[in-house]
Each structure stands twice: as C-alpha cells, then as structure tokens.
C-alpha cells in the first residue's frame, strides 16, 4: 500500500505568525497562519489526501475503506472509523490563551467524544520564546477562580524559556499556554475540546472578549505540583530517541546523517513521520518511494513492513 501525505489545513489565528507557509514551502500568501493541521481526522477538518490512488479523499474515508490495513487491528477495534491522532505545526506570534483539556471520561460526560493529551515538540523559536506548563505552586479550585478574575492566574504557573528540541509532555489536565516567539510540532488526541481559562484581556476583530470556560476548566485542572514539566531525555543521532510512551501516542525523534531502515514488521498500528529538518526521502518494502523534507508529514499504514529514510533529514515517528 502507498504511504499517504495531505493537503495542509491553514488556519490563521488572532496569534499566528509567518513561520508555517516558508517552513512548509507553500505558494501561499495567506497571513498569520497560527496553526496547519498536518493529518486530522476531525469532524469538518478532516486531511486530504494530495497525491496518488486515493488523491481528494479525506482520511476518514481512508479508514472507512482500509480499516486495519491503514491502522492497525488493534487501533481499528479500540477506534473504528476515527483516526486517532491530530498532527499540528503551531506558530505563536502572540501568545496563546491559558487553557486545560478535559480526560477522555470527562470530555464523553458531556457528550464532546474524546478529551486531549498532547505533546509538544519545539522547533526553531525565536531567542526569547517560553511556554508555561503546569503549576509551580499549590493552589485550591477556590483559589484558581479568584486569580482568572484578578488577572493573577499566571502567577501559579511554571514558565520555561525554549529552545529547538525541547519537549513537554501535556496529559489531560494540565494547565498550559503556549508564549509568543514559539515554533512547535504538536501530537495530540484527535479532539479539538479546549477549555479556554485565560486570554490576557483581548479581544477579537470585531473588538469581543474570546468565550472563557472558567468554570468547566476548574473541573479539570489537575492541582498536583510537580517540580519539573520539561521532558528530559539524550539527543543522539542517527537511532530512534524515545520521547513520549503513553495511552494515546508514542514518538520518537530521529536526526538522521546517513540512510536508515525502520523496521514496522512487529508494529500493528499506522505510523506518522514529521518532516522538522532537511530533506531525504522514503522507500517502503514495495518499492514506493516519496520524497520527505522539512515541513511534510508522511502516513505510513499499518501495513508497512519497512520504510528506507535516505538523506539528512530530522523527523519524528509516532504511532498508537
């Protein structure tokens, strides 16, 4: 079976900036783009297929039709028809609104379907750039409220300089934000359920305050303090650098100097690959090649026994 890339989705935001359209290498002039949605199944924001047999289909239609050949069996049965990962790249001119993810169980109580956990991958940033994730000191429910109404909330939460290579592990519950300045690849839960807590006092093109879910955030903040939020893990080259291992994803990071075959024969499951630099290309057991830069995201299916990468090129693997 062919490996699969999409047309992006491009969404310009109140915060985006003009890192995503060069960085993808796309003839566009479409400004602030905040956000390109690399494979999502989402309900009306689903991915495209760009090229080959199955050109102009939407991934959901792809696991309509190929189910666990595209998957996994285990995926298709835990999963069905919904793809289960949402791949983002995330340019943050401005910063973002503080906000929290309920857990799947408390996204399905009020009947929104999945819940979000996520990580973040950072990329080229700019010198100055932080992000905040979790809280850096104890705080009640009661306490929480009354620092969203008197513009305190920040002051409970940890903050972090970035730089390219840094990764932060968000579960459902934690509180975060990302700052101005960030450049970020994001895996996360197919689920676009986001409690927006806190927005800095803006306000829109049409001069209103954003909706705040102050209230239901509350309910799912996770109060626990822990001393660091930062992944912590050995860059190396040229072998797969585990990152994240959880419920809902696993990814690894490859910097790659010379060719290297990834070994999927024992994996059931469906692999994405994230372009973050260089450039090389892809070659499966079949003999079907493409080619994968910096600013692609290549489907691999679950049928796939193993995949060539040749040139320099640095990327991330994730699978369920």
Request: proline fraction near 4%; include cysteine.
């Amino acid at each position: 079976m062919e490996m699969f890339k999409f047309n992006p989705l491009l969404k310009s935001t109140l915060w985006g900036g003009e890192k995503i359209v060069p960085f993808k290498h796309l003839a566009s002039d479409q400004k602030q783009v905040g956000e390109s949605w690399e494979v999502s199944g989402v309900k009306d924001n689903e991915s495209i297929v760009a090229g080959g047999r199955y050109k102009g289909w939407t991934l959901n239609a792809l696991v309509d039709t190929l189910k666990e050949r595209l998957v996994g069996k285990e995926n298709y049965a835990r999963f069905g028809n919904e793809f289960p990962l949402l791949v983002k790249f995330i340019d943050a001119r401005q910063q973002l609104s503080i906000q929290v993810h309920p857990t799947d169980a408390q996204a399905q109580a009020k009947g929104l379907g999945r819940g979000k956990t996520e990580m973040w991958y950072v990329m080229e940033s700019d010198a100055d750039a932080s992000l905040r994730s979790g809280l850096k000191r104890q705080i009640t429910p009661e306490q929480y409220k009354s620092m969203v109404e008197d513009d305190t909330i920040t002051d409970a939460l940890a903050e972090y300089p970035v730089k390219e290579g840094d990764v932060f592990f968000l579960p459902a519950g934690r509180i975060h934000s990302i700052g101005a300045g960030c450049f970020l690849a994001e895996i996360q839960e197919t689920s676009d359920v986001t409690y927006r807590i806190y927005d800095f006092k803006r306000k829109d093109k049409e001069g209103n305050y954003r909706q705040l879910h102050t209230r239901e955030a509350a309910e799912c903040i996770d109060y626990t303090v822990y001393p660091d939020y930062r992944t912590r893990y050995e860059a190396r080259k040229d072998e797969p650098v585990e990152l994240v291992r959880c419920p809902y994803f696993t990814t690894s990071v490859y910097d790659l100097t010379e060719p290297m075959t990834l070994d999927y024969s024992d994996l059931d499951s469906f692999v994405i690959l994230v372009g973050l630099k260089g450039e090389g290309g892809l070659t499966d057991a079949d003999g079907n090649t493409v080619a994968f830069r910096a600013g692609e995201s290549v489907l691999l299916p679950a049928t796939a026994t193993t995949v060539k990468v040749s040139g320099t090129v640095k990327f991330l693997e994730s699978y369920v």
